[in-house]
C-alpha cells in the first residue's frame, strides 16, 4: 500500500523527549505514530485512559499551601494513640 507523509506539530522538547525514550527501545517516531495508528484501527479505540491531569479543589490546594509553608501542622505524635486520641478530641 502506498505511503503517506503527514506533518504534527509537537512541542520541541515533548519530541526530544519522545525520541529519545523511542531510541531505547529500537523505535523512531514514524514507526510509534504507525503502531499507535494501527492499534486505534485494531481496537476501535485510543488504546490508553485519556484523563484530566488531578486539580485540587480550593480547600485541598489551601491544605497544600500551608503545609508548604509549614503552617497549621500539629504532632509529631509519639504514638498512634496519641496521634488518635487527638483526632477524637
Given at each position: 500500500m502506498p505511503k503517506k507523509v503527514i506533518s504534527i506539530k509537537m512541542d520541541e522538547d515533548l519530541k526530544r523527549d519522545t525520541e529519545k525514550v523511542l531510541k531505547s527501545m529500537g523505535l523512531n517516531m514514524s514507526t510509534a505514530i504507525n503502531l499507535?495508528?494501527?492499534?486505534?484501527?485494531?481496537?476501535?479505540?485510543?488504546?490508553?485512559?485519556?484523563?484530566?491531569?488531578?486539580?485540587?479543589?480550593?480547600?485541598?490546594?489551601?491544605?497544600?499551601?500551608?503545609?508548604?509553608?509549614?503552617k497549621n501542622l500539629v504532632g509529631p505524635f509519639k504514638s498512634t494513640k496519641e496521634m488518635m486520641d487527638y483526632l477524637n478530641d
Open positions: 499507535f495508528a494501527r492499534q486505534v484501527v485494531n481496537r476501535g479505540y485510543i488504546p490508553f485512559e485519556i484523563k484530566a491531569a488531578y486539580v485540587p479543589n480550593a480547600e485541598t490546594r489551601k491544605t497544600l499551601d500551608d503545609v508548604k509553608a509549614g
